[in-house]
C-alpha cells in the first residue's frame, strides 16, 4: 500500500503507481519486496518514513537500466511519482537506446 494512505487516507492513480514499483522491485528480488508490514501498522509507519530517504543501496538488486525509474516509482510523495503515460514513454525511449546498441 502507498504510504500517502496514512498520511492523507487518499489513495488513487499515483498509488498505482506505487504498487507498480513495488511489483517490480519484488520481480527481481526473488518474490519479496521493499519491506515487509505483514499488516502491521507500525511497520508500515516505519516504511513509510525510511521512503523519504530511500537510499541506492536498497535498491542495488535492481538492474542500473530500472533503478532510478523504480525509485520515483517509490517516492514518498505522489505528486513526484510518474504517471502511467510518462513511465511507458521512460521505457519507449530505453527500448530505442538498447536496440541502437
Known amino acids: 500500500m502507498a ?3 496514512i498520511t492523507i487516507k487518499k ?5 498505482d503507481m506505487f504498487s507498480l514499483g ?3 522491485y519484488a520481480l527481481y528480488n526473488h518474490g519479496k519486496t521493499l519491506y515487509e508490514c505483514h499488516d502491521n501498522f507500525s511497520a508500515f509507519v516505519k ?3 525510511d521512503l523519504k530517504v530511500l537510499n541506492t ?3 542495488s538488486v535492481l538492474p542500473l537500466e530500472v533503478r ?3 525509485k520515483m516509482l517509490l517516492s514518498s510523495r505522489p505528486e513526484l511519482r510518474p504517471d502511467a503515460g510518462q513511465f511507458s ?3 519507449r525511449k530505453k527500448q ?5 546498441n
Open 22 to 24: 513495488m511489483l517490480i
Open 89 to 91: 514513454k521512460v521505457n
Open 68 to 70: 532510478d525509474h523504480v
Open 3 to 5: 504510504p500517502e494512505y
Open 57 to 59: 543501496t536498497k535498491l
Open 11 to 15: 489513495i488513487d492513480s499515483q498509488s
Open 96 to 100: 530505442k537506446r538498447l536496440k541502437k
Open 47 to 49: 516504511m513509510s518514513d
